[in-house]
């Protein structure tokens, strides 16, 4: 839900009970708070606030069209996160140099059987399409955890999030996977389109998902359809096991995308849907900051890009530390684009850097990882 209201732009605040319909409300996205019928002082307080959010956007317009570049001339790619059809043109037309993130398990939402090929197809050559040139990351499918499709055969477990989700129950269900991959794979020869697997916690996984999308290609090629025989593949960082080993990982995968709302998740070892232990869930911690410190340091000695697909991409408290650490592209909501380029305008990537490889490992807690990355 939360993913889709910021795909159309609205406000959303979750966890909040006391509410009754036919409330009058403000909704601060924002800070997350709600007021409840609130005073003419309050709508008046709020609609300035609003005007001011306004301005803000239109000064942060000048950004538009310009490269995504620190002072010393670092570039950055900003990418969009999509996820629904309708995504595909919005994200086009935006400010964004690709996709970053097509999480694809919508696709498979709202209806009573997976898509075909061929519906899979045309969504995933659409994108590929509208974005030409510019690449589109396409993730392969990503359920269980708190992502729940009745007719996929998912059971109840336990621990959803420890057990059957992403990238190994496609390992085990080689023919819904198998599908996938050959939509991907025809889609390829539309456009730039780039394969992202998520969840990985063993390498094993990689050189699985490898030999099946090899399988497919050789496939293809026989029964003379065209694709990108030179596709990328990479790995979406999301579990401590891909974070401490990203350079084996380094090794083998075409790039790096790290999925920081899953990263943070299980890192804190919090359910990132539980309020009870929502205060605990931060990726200002700096076992977080440390472990996306790492992976980034081990993508540039292996010379492969690293992007950030998570929340924290879109942060601007986080781009100095995300960019100094050596990220390449941040992928986010389109509407938050133009303020992170304005951050990464004006910083200057070597001083950051040098900053951070004096204090990063000093950081204890969350208070002094904010203060740390105020002052970066
Ligand atoms: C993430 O975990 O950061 C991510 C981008 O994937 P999702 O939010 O879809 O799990
Ligand atoms: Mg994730």
Not at 77 to 98: H, Q, R, T, V, Y
Not at 162 to 172: N, V
Not at 315 to 330: H, N, R, V, Y
Request: charged share 25%; net charge negative.
């Amino acid at each position: 839900m939360a993913i889709i209201a910021r795909s159309m732009d609205l406000p959303a605040v979750t966890g909040i009970t006391g509410i009754k319909h036919g409330d009058k409300l403000i909704i601060n996205g924002k800070t997350g708070e709600i007021i409840i019928d609130p005073t003419e002082a309050e709508i008046e307080q709020y609609q300035a606030l609003q005007e001011e959010l306004r301005q803000r956007r239109e000064a942060l317009e000048k950004y538009r069209g310009t490269p995504g570049k620190t002072l010393d001339g670092r570039h950055i790619e900003l990418f969009a996160n999509i996820g629904l059809e309708m995504d595909i043109p919005k994200a086009a037309e935006s400010d964004a140099e690709g996709v970053g993130l097509f999480r694809t398990e919508f696709l498979f939402m709202n209806r009573n059987s997976a898509p075909t090929e061929e519906e899979q197809f045309a969504v995933y050559k659409k994108a590929a399409t509208a974005f030409g040139k510019r690449p589109v990351i396409i993730r392969t499918l990503d359920i269980g955890g708190d992502k729940e499709i009745p007719y996929m055969g998912l059971e109840k477990e336990e621990n959803p999030f420890l057990g059957w989700r992403a990238i190994r129950y496609c390992l085990d269900n080689e023919d819904v996977f198998s599908v996938q991959l050959r939509a991907i794979l025809r889609a390829s020869a539309f456009g730039t389109v780039k394969i992202m697997l998520p969840m990985i916690s063993d390498i094993r996984e990689l050189r699985q998902a490898k030999a099946l999308i090899n399988k497919i290609k050789n496939e293809l090629a026989e029964q003379g359809i065209a694709f990108d025989n030179n596709i990328s593949i990479g790995i979406m960082i999301e579990t401590p096991a891909a974070a401490v080993m990203a350079g084996a990982f380094a090794r083998e995968a075409d790039f790096f995308s790290i999925g920081t709302n899953d990263l943070t998740q299980y890192t804190m070892a919090v359910d990132r849907g539980n309020l009870k232990v929502a205060g605990l869930y931060s990726e200002y911690n700096p076992a977080v900051l440390r472990l996306i410190n790492n992976i980034a340091n081990e993508a540039l000695k292996n010379n492969i890009p690293c992007g950030i697909c998570g929340e924290a991409g879109a942060d601007p408290l986080l781009t100095k530390f995300l960019i100094g650490s050596g990220i390449s592209e941040l992928s986010m909501t389109r509407s938050s684009i133009l303020e992170v380029k304005s951050v990464i305008s004006e910083m200057n990537y070597s001083e950051v850097k040098t900053k951070i490889a004096d204090s990063i490992d000093r950081l204890a807690d969350v208070e002094e990882s904010i203060e740390f990355l105020k002052g970066l």
